[in-house]
Structure formats: C-alpha cells, structure tokens
C-alpha cells in the first residue's frame, strides 16, 4: 500500500497563469476528495467524486476551478487564470466507501504560491 | 460560521504526561468525528474516530470522547511522548449527505518536551 499519492509538491506561478495538480488514489479506494488549507485553518472541503463521477461541488470552487477523474482512479484539479487569493496547500484524500463511517486517508499535498 | 471550533491554539506538556486536546462543534446534525495529526509539510494523519452512538473510543495511548449533549469531543494521549508533537485537527461530518464531507477545526499544535 504505497498510500495518496500528489504531484507536485510545490507549485510557483504568476498570477493569471494555469495549474494543473494530480492526486492517485489508494488503489482500492472509490471515494476521492479535494480539499484546501490556507495558513493557521484546517482543510476545506472543495469537491468530492465517487469512482468517476463527481457528486458534490463546495461554493469555494468557483468557475476557474475544474477537476475530473476520467477512469475513476487518479484526478486532477485544475485552476485557471490564478490568482494571489488561490494560494494555499490542496490536499487530496481518498476512501472506501461503504462503511458509512469511511476513513479518508489524505496524501502530502500540492503547495500553490501565486506570485 | 466556524462549525467545529479548537480554542486552544497550543498546548505544552511534559513527557509521560497526559495530553488532553478540546474541541467543540455547533452542527448537531454532525454524526462522526475524527482527528488528525499533521506534521510539517505532510498531509494530515488519521488517528481515531468516533461515532455519535459512542461517548467514547480508545486505540492504544489514544482514547476520544464524546458528550453529544454539550457538543463537545477531546482526545487524550496517555503517556504523551516527544513525537506526538505535531497539529492536532478535529474533524466531523453529517450522515444524511450521502458522503463524508469533513469540516475541520482550525487546529492545535501540540509540543511534547522530554
């Protein structure tokens, strides 16, 4: 079990430039999880896929903001025209779903520095 | 709104000793509960869960407990050591979404001194 996987781990770019992040899952797992941490809080939930499908969207995504996962195992998140305010560590988690009460295992995060 | 709220933003203690970590939560429609460990430059860690039919789960040096009536969890570590110093975040989520979105805490860094 080789654990979440993201790529990469430290991302500069100037503002108005795209990003594209990867995060593979714990093979097994069919739940997968996108989520954003900003200095001094706890993650935020932003999207949410169960195998390729992906059921939920925070208000915290805005338009620029996209992610797929195209065959149900690794996914992307991409931001479009970034800005200062977008960065943040985001950090991907997944899970086995059922049991109800699932536990999500969360890789080491992409670290995003708009300049 | 913060949801899921930990006041205390550190906590020191000494080696051996007890570590007791707060947190308390406004949602009572939240059903499951989690903490993480977080150490620097790594995602979060799992390191125990509870469900809202439990007031308490132990594993190991780590017992959690849950008094729904005051909406309030903590998680003790017993005897605490230099390596469980990292961020300790409470998490919780509702069952009637259909999928575990987590809210978590802000956080509390705990140091562990030899």
């Known amino acids: 079990d080789t654990g979440v996987s993201q790529d990469p781990r430290h991302k500069i770019t100037k503002r108005g430039q795209n990003v594209t992040f990867r995060c593979d899952p714990i093979s097994e797992h069919n739940r997968l999880y996108w989520y954003r941490q900003t200095l001094g809080q706890g993650p935020e939930f932003l999207t949410y896929?169960?195998?390729?499908?992906?059921?939920?969207k925070s208000r915290l995504l805005s338009d620029r903001f996209s992610a797929e996962r195209p065959k149900g195992s690794f996914s992307t998140l991409e931001i479009q025209r970034t800005e200062q305010g977008d960065s943040a560590m985001y950090l991907c988690a997944s899970s086995y779903s059922p049991p109800r009460e699932e536990t999500q295992y969360f890789g080491p995060g992409t670290r995003l520095t708009v300049l | 709104d913060q949801q899921v709220k930990q006041n205390s933003p550190s906590l020191s203690v000494q080696e051996g000793r007890i570590s007791i970590l707060n947190c308390d939560y406004t949602?009572?429609?939240?059903?499951?509960f989690l903490w993480y460990k977080k150490y620097p430059a790594e995602g979060p860690t799992f390191l125990i869960s509870i469900s809202s039919i439990k007031d308490k789960n132990e594993d190991g040096r780590f017992t959690v407990f849950l008094n729904k009536s005051a909406k309030h969890l903590s998680l003790h570590i017993v005897p605490s050591q230099p390596g469980d110093s990292a961020v300790y975040f409470c998490a919780a989520s509702e069952g009637g979404t259909g999928f575990q979105k987590l809210v978590f805490g802000t956080g509390t860094r705990l140091l562990v001194s030899p």
């Open positions: 896929f169960q195998n390729e499908a992906q059921l939920e």
């Open positions: 949602n009572s429609m939240f059903d499951y």
